[in-house]
């Protein structure tokens, strides 16, 4: 017997009809003797048509008093969905409970909207399945030490349910979303792209950072951290399909780097739309700059992604950086307001008609001029480079957005992508 965490996105519980599916295909593993413990995402599209209304409320600028109203409002979309699971298992025989976050309990420290997991208490959970019941948590929520509810922000089931398996010591994490696996690149923008088998985790954790939606970054961060069996595939497939090869489907992330990886140069092509690049002008070049601008906006829960800081010239520096779209607008205003008054900067500057293209590959390590193809391919696009970051398994740049498709095509053929690897 084998305990078993599911997780299903937004749009395997898109309807009745789907949670019904979802379901069936629960009680067929519980039936086949594994312990079963499910978190499920609010439906589609619920979590926007909630912060919708509160937006239509109060439009003006957020404050920690109304994130955390914010946090109480989102985390009733996964608190319906898994008690609509929970009617659905014992519609079909099965003994099940529902749990909130608060209920488990599930600790996070206080950053409404953006809270992380400190702890689970997994007590209550085991007694459960051990009475033979289906416990489905909620993903995406949890409770501070106060007993304020928090969420963990977008695509934080993800994580939730990894970090559920991890606590529990679940002998594997099966992620259904509405794609049956992690490929090359979107197909939506390349339909040439291949899913792959098998993916390392260093190369997921670079394709989620660089804006690939197929899994939450923190959800793989989770992951490797604890060394959670992960795997990725499709609700949409029939739920009586055969458990076995159910659980060989998909894309498993692997943890170890083995003869039976698909080892080619570059893996992927990662991209992300969600991208905003701000530069603070005419920064005087001096010791502890960096930290002054940086370390002010990390203090307002910002999280920056790439940096650049350009050559000195007469002691002056220009120094850029790039933030999530959502946060450009605060940043922006941190920045014009405080930070470059307090640094004597010239100005602040802001561009969210930019985005990010990455190739990834643990390939990359053995094999020199991966970056130069790259800039090579762009350039042969009439495509220009705005930043540059690499690591030892990939390579980044920031482009104007409408280029973006045009970007990605050219890479994935330039890397052979679109051919099966033996």
């Not at 609010?42 to 109060?58: F, H, I």
């Not at 950053?111 to 009475?131: F, G, H, N, P």
Request: glycine share 8%.
């Amino acid at each position: 017997m084998a305990l078993i965490v599911h997780k299903y996105g937004g749009t395997s519980m898109g309807s009745t009809e789907r949670i019904r599916n979802v379901a069936k295909r629960v009680a067929k593993w519980a039936r086949a003797g594994h312990q079963m413990v499910v978190v499920p995402s609010a439906m589609s599209g619920e979590t926007n048509r909630l912060l919708g209304l509160a937006k239509e409320l109060a439009p003006a600028k957020s404050t920690d008093a109304t994130n955390r109203e914010l946090d109480m409002l989102a985390s009733t979309g996964e608190q319906a969905s898994s008690a609509l699971l929970a009617i659905a298992l014992q519609a079909e025989g099965m003994a099940s409970v529902s749990y909130a976050g608060w209920q488990v309990p599930i600790r996070t420290n206080s950053a409404y909207t953006k809270a992380r997991i400190e702890s689970i208490d997994d007590q209550k959970v085991r007694a459960d399945l051990a009475a033979g019941k289906v416990v489905i948590v909620t993903g995406f929520q949890g409770v501070d030490e106060l007993g304020h509810i928090t969420t963990l922000g977008r695509g934080g089931s993800d994580t939730s349910a990894v970090a559920v398996a991890a606590a529990m010591k679940a002998d594997e994490c099966l992620i259904y979303t509405d794609v049956d696996g992690v490929y090359t690149t979107d197909p939506r923008v390349v339909p040439e792209a291949r899913r792959l088998n098998t993916v390392s985790f260093e190369e997921m954790l670079e394709m989620a950072s660089m804006g690939s939606k197929v899994l939450q970054i923190r959800s793989v961060e989770f992951a490797g951290k604890y060394k959670v069996p992960l795997r990725v595939l499709s609700s949409f497939t029939p739920w009586d399909i055969d458990l076995t090869e159910e659980a060989q489907s998909g894309t498993l992330i692997t943890f170890e780097e083995d003869e039976q990886m698909e080892q080619a140069i570059v893996s992927g092509i990662a991209f992300n739309r969600d991208e905003a690049k701000i530069s603070v002008l005419g920064v005087p070049d001096k010791p502890g700059i960096a930290y002054q601008i940086l370390g002010a906006v990390a203090d307002a829960n910002i999280e920056v992604d790439m940096i650049i800081q350009n050559i000195s010239r007469d002691g002056k520096t220009d120094f850029s950086f790039t933030v999530n779209r959502n946060d450009h607008a605060r940043a922006m205003d941190l920045l014009k307001d405080k930070i470059v008054p307090a640094l004597g900067a010239q100005e602040a500057t802001g561009d969210t008609k930019i985005c990010k293209v990455s190739i990834v590959g643990i390939g990359m390590r053995s094999h020199v001029g991966i970056a130069s193809k790259m800039f090579r391919c762009l350039s042969e696009e009439g495509i220009n480079i705005q930043m540059i970051s690499t690591s030892e398994i990939k390579t980044s740049v920031v482009i104007d957005e409408k280029y973006m498709e045009l970007a990605v095509r050219a890479l994935h053929k330039a890397f052979d992508l679109d051919i099966a690897k033996v």
